[in-house]
Antibody, heavy 120, light 108 residues
Framework: EVQLVQSGAEVKKPGESLKISCKGS????????IGWVRQMPGKGLELMGV????????IYSPSFQGQVTISADKSISTAYLQWNRLKPSDTAMYYC?????????????WGQGTLVTVSS | DIQMTQSPSTLSASVGDRVTITCRAS??????LAWYQQKPGKAPKLLIY???TLESGVPSRFSGSGSGTEFTLTISSLQPDDFATYYC??????????FGQGTKVEIK
């Protein structure tokens, strides 16, 4: 079974750094893109960027370029989303998801989500 | 950037109703469109891709149609499990970053 399992919920203060993870299993991790999607409280879905773990090729949505860093460690089949200095506006649910058949594409499966809360 | 506009934003319907949700793209995206269902506290679930291809395991009461700039998701007979929020996603090579803003299907 193809699965994406994300790290647990985080509570952070403004200005802190954070790295959340997404571990893939049941497929060849290096051969499929993985994307990160933000969902702010009560709002819709926003695609942040995608990474190809095979060669770490990364493409950011213009809205998120420079705001976050997407990376991957293919040795442990894990993708990451990282912030250097969190802001309260980063409070959101973050999902990883795999484009089914290359990028651009539609997403399936999805991780279960990681809730990030940034508050002083 | 390609903008995706869903309508309506909220839809009130009864079990057994036929429900149609529209997604319009600001420029042509051929058939590069997917539909997802999301329930509160859960990750989105893929329903349809390539505008009209039903994902395996998704009930046949769901269908998608359209190409170019106008697309529809239809639920032929609404079931209790279908009350959720629905999102379209375009994945055109020109600007593959956008979801629609969502349509919440509520119990009437």
């Amino acid at each position: 079974e193809v699965q994406l399992v994300q790290s647990g919920a985080e509570v952070k203060k403004p200005g802190e750094s954070l790295k959340i993870s997404c571990k893939g299993s049941g497929y060849s991790f290096t051969n499929f893109w993985i994307g990160w999607v933000r969902q702010m409280p009560g709002k819709g879905l926003e695609l942040m960027g995608v990474i190809y773990p095979g060669d770490s090729d990364t493409i950011y949505s213009p809205s998120f370029q420079g705001q976050v860093t997407i990376s991957a460690d293919k040795s442990i089949s894990t993708a990451y989303l990282q912030w250097n200095r969190l802001k309260p506006s980063d409070t959101a649910m973050y999902y990883c998801a795999r484009p089914r058949s290359g990028w651009p594409g539609w997403f399936d499966p999805w991780g279960q989500g990681t809730l990030v809360t940034v508050s002083s | 950037d390609i903008q995706m506009t869903q309508s309506p934003s909220t839809l009130s319907a009864s079990v057994g109703d036929r429900v149609t949700i529209t997604c319009r793209a600001s420029q042509t995206i051929s058939s590069w469109l997917a539909w997802y269902q999301q329930k509160p506290g859960k990750a989105p679930k893929l329903l349809i891709y390539k505008a009209s291809t039903l994902e395996s395991g998704v009930p046949s009461r769901f269908s998608g149609s359209g190409s170019g700039t106008e697309f529809t998701l239809t639920i032929s007979s609404l079931q209790p499990d279908d009350f959720a929020t629905y999102y379209c996603q375009q994945y055109s090579r020109d600007s593959p970053w956008t979801f629609g803003q969502g349509t919440k299907v509520e119990i009437k």
